[in-house]
């Protein structure tokens, strides 16, 4: 017999619409009044694809009065973002519509006011009262605690429930105020989806936290119940992030039960995990973002063999947004010449990446305001410790925009190794090196050519020791 809740979420999953009916292609108009305006331009876009990080998008100038006008070209409806200085909201975008924004800066996502009379004024108030109820700081840090703090059952509950009012929240809305069909499906979906991937990762997160290996975090017994009742193949959902981070996640924890295969690597499995598990788009979207991520994130060689092998079925998907990330990643890929620079050290010296030829580099790239980057730095002490005297370059470049900010940090820190400052995510030097998120590391070997375009992170070897393993591998062998 089902459980309340079970019943609860199969009723809400069996309320989802069959198939949509999205617009034509048009345009929509967004015009606006921002009061106290932080810098002088609104933004208004859209991603492209759940695989791309390129945006459809408009800017415009506020004028004098703090009035602005947006003309956005739809393929169809879209879930948009509205940026103003630092700030910005959800928005959702139809096509041939008029909608009015009036906001203050100073108290941003309180403030936030749509007008209009179809779709995406509706849509686009709800998402701000939304916002406010479950994801602003104090619900944020409430999900933190129950993410790290709180023993394993009751975050599990704690997530459960959080579904569950979210639900109802929408619910109550539909009863006092019209909301259209397309946008209940798409919130119902981003609802349970988003809930069931932070449930997904709550083991891993609070392994991350605890620094131990995730087997160390016990489940309690039926931890994976929720998932009878979450729908595994939707194409409905394809383009809401919520639901490709759920395959994600989902795929990744059958891997982990499924991947103890001898002689299979990660790819390999998950791929053929995929083909027995997913269908449709769904299986189209997980085959096609395991690609990209893992050239991206992962292993470059295995990514390179599956991409090519996906090439060769007829019309495959998602094509036009894996052969770019593929054509960018290829000239930093292990086995190609590790792009040399030239730049500053904290004394003004330049420092270049061919006076290390003969010598071990393992290339980290940082900035003072990435949490994530300083939290590896305790990590890196014991690594530059372990290898001492050995033929290895620890070289850390910041991409810090101010130096000074820099500067603070490599004092903070305390850390040794050479220190090398280029200024910003586009600066030529991490450009070169693909880099658009930090931590990114490089393993280069003794002749400059790159060993490894993504290993380990030096807090890896708290696991596993791969860090530790390549490096003593490599610097065993000989320069040619």
């Given at each position: 017999m089902r459980s309340a809740l079970k019943r609860f979420l199969f009723l809400l999953l069996s309320f989802l619409m069959a198939s949509i009916v999205f617009?034509?292609?048009?345009?929509?108009?967004?015009?606006?009044?921002?009061?106290h305006p932080k810098g002088n331009e609104v933004?208004?876009?859209?991603?492209?694809?759940?695989?791309?990080?390129?945006?459809q998008s408009e800017t415009v100038t506020i004028d004098e009065d703090g009035n602005f006008s947006i003309e956005l070209e739809l393929d169809k409806p879209r879930m948009g973002r509205i940026r103003q200085g630092r700030e910005s909201t959800d928005i959702f975008l139809y096509p041939g519509e008029s909608i009015f924004l009036d906001v203050n800066t100073d108290q941003f996502d309180e403030s936030i006011r749509y007008k209009?009379?179809?779709?995406?004024?509706?849509?686009?108030?709800?998402?701000?009262?939304?916002?406010?109820r479950y994801e602003d700081d104090k619900a944020r840090e409430e999900m933190r605690y129950q993410m790290y703090e709180a023993d394993m059952q009751s975050a599990k509950e704690s997530f459960l429930t959080r579904m569950r009012d979210q639900q109802i929240y929408l619910q109550t809305w539909l009863k006092t105020r019209e909301l259209a069909d397309v946008f209940v499906s798409y919130m119902h979906n981003r609802i349970i989806y988003s809930n069931a991937t932070d449930l997904l990762y709550l083991r891993s997160s609070r392994a991350y936290k605890m620094e131990v290996p995730m087997e160390k975090i016990e489940l309690p017994d039926g931890y994976y119940n929720f998932l009878e009742t979450i729908k595994l193949n939707n194409d409905e959902a394809i383009d809401i992030p919520e639901y490709m981070s759920f395959l994600g996640a989902y795929m990744h924890r059958i891997y982990k039960e499924k991947g103890d295969e001898k002689g299979s690597e990660e790819l390999n499995i998950k791929s053929r995990l995929a083909g027995s598990l997913l269908k449709g788009e769904a299986k189209n979207l997980y085959l096609a973002d395991l690609i990209r991520t893992n050239f991206q994130y992962g292993d470059f060689v295995q990514a390179e063999e599956m991409?090519?092998?996906?090439k060769e079925q007829k019309d495959p998907p998602y094509m036009e947004y894996l052969e770019p990330v593929y054509k960018k990643?290829?000239?930093i890929s292990p086995g190609k010449d590790a792009p040399n620079f030239t730049l500053m050290d904290k004394n003004g010296r330049k420092v270049s990446l061919k006076e290390f030829r003969g010598k071990v580099v393992y290339l980290d790239f940082w900035a003072s305001w990435c949490g994530p980057c300083r939290r590896e730095f305790p990590f890196s002490k014991k690594?530059?410790?372990t290898f001492e005297g050995e033929d290895v370059v620890f070289l850390y470049v910041s991409i810090d925009e101010n130096k000074e900010d820099w500067l603070k940090a490599m004092k903070e820190e305390q850390l040794g190794g050479v220190h090398l400052f280029a200024k910003g995510f586009q600066h030529e030097v991490p450009a070169s090196y693909g880099v658009e998120g930090?931590?990114?590391y490089f393993l280069i070997d003794r002749n400059g050519v790159?060993?490894?375009?993504?290993?380990?992170?030096?807090s890896g070897a708290r696991v596993d020791g791969q860090i530790y393993a390549a490096l003593k591998k490599e610097i065993k062998g000989k320069k040619k």
């Open positions: 617009a034509q292609k048009g345009t929509i108009n967004i015009e606006g009044h921002v009061s933004s208004v876009g859209y991603p492209l694809s759940p695989l791309s990080r390129e945006f209009g009379s179809g779709i995406s004024a509706s849509a686009s108030n709800f998402l701000a009262a939304f916002y406010l991409f090519k092998m996906y990643i290829l000239p690594l530059q410790k930090i931590p990114a790159i060993m490894n375009n993504n290993p380990d992170r030096p």
